[in-house]
């Protein structure tokens, strides 16, 4: 069986638990298999990244495509994905397959790896393998190997076209150790000497972006995988005005979340700098910077 800390990330919660489409989810499992390697291999055959979407032929307007990768919960998704299916078995077409970010495929292969009876949970941080000497704002999937007592860390993303594009030469279902690092690991080697600027997505890099992903693997952890353009609390507070007090708290704070952390506490997210209030700042699908209501996300 697994450890007992283990088990609390085998229970479905209000961001995986599937709801009324529990039949359509479990259908899933039933055609691909029970195991980790089968269900990453499921969701890529439903999802398409947003950002590689014209590399698979889709020519979807940027707000409709940011729409279908707002969508926060696996009940979303499932009530988006439904209607494709039964129109089309799966593996859906390019054109049929919801379009999402990496914490979307993350998300999803979560929710099926603990319906299937397997501890899962989502980690936020960088990844190296996306750009030469750069750290990729990226999100992955921790689930846990009972037979080899850890946690295994898995790239649910990856698929042939993307592995063949960026000469991916390992297994996106086992992850070497260091390709990549939760956002605790990544701003400690940056308070180590790493250059920050190393660590983002675009134009978005540097000290601010490392603090937003230590804060949403955090809250990931804890049970609220957020999404990557929400901000709440000290990730609001720019990096030059926080103060001695905050950046001990941080780092304290990253020292608690390395990869395949087997002693975490949710008490964590009781702080006012890192708690989740009932109302958010967050992008919408037009790129506009709003608040947005969380509260029915929080129980």
Request: proline share 7%; aromatic share 10%.
């Amino acid at each position: 069986m697994p450890e007992t800390r283990a088990l609390s990330h085998l229970r479905l919660d209000r961001f995986t638990e599937p709801g009324e489409f529990e039949p359509t989810s479990s259908a899933v499992i039933a055609t691909y298999g029970r195991d980790p390697l089968s269900l990453a291999r499921a969701t890529r055959d439903h999802m398409v990244h947003i950002h590689w979407r014209q590399r698979y032929g889709l020519e979807i307007p940027q707000p409709a495509a940011m729409e279908e990768a707002s969508l926060r919960t696996v009940r979303e998704k499932w009530a988006r994905l439904l209607p494709r299916l039964q129109s089309q078995p799966s593996p859906l077409s390019y054109q049929r397959r919801l379009l999402g970010t990496c914490r979307d495929f993350t998300l999803m292969h979560c929710s099926l790896l603990r319906q299937a009876g397997i501890p899962a949970r989502a980690r936020c941080g960088f990844a190296d393998y996306f750009l030469p000497g750069h750290r990729e704002d990226h999100w992955i999937t921790e689930w846990f190997d009972a037979a080899q007592d850890r946690w295994v860390q898995a790239d649910a993303q990856l698929d042939a076209l993307m592995i063949g594009t960026l000469k991916i030469a390992f297994s996106p279902d086992d992850l070497p150790g260091g390709v990549f690092t939760t956002g605790g690991e990544a701003w400690l080697r940056c308070r180590a000497g790493d250059d920050p600027e190393r660590y983002g997505i675009f134009d978005m890099k540097g000290w601010d972006f490392l603090k937003g992903n230590l804060v949403r693997d955090l809250a990931s952890l804890a049970g609220f995988p957020m999404c990557p353009w929400d901000f709440w609390g000290i990730m609001l507070q720019p990096f030059a005005s926080l103060s001695s007090s905050d950046l001990d708290f941080l780092d304290e704070l990253a020292r608690a979340l390395p990869a395949g952390v087997r002693t975490f506490s949710a008490e964590r997210m009781r702080d006012a700098r890192v708690a989740l209030p009932p109302v958010i700042k967050t992008l919408s699908p037009q790129g506009a910077f709003i608040d947005l209501d969380i509260s029915a996300l929080l129980g």
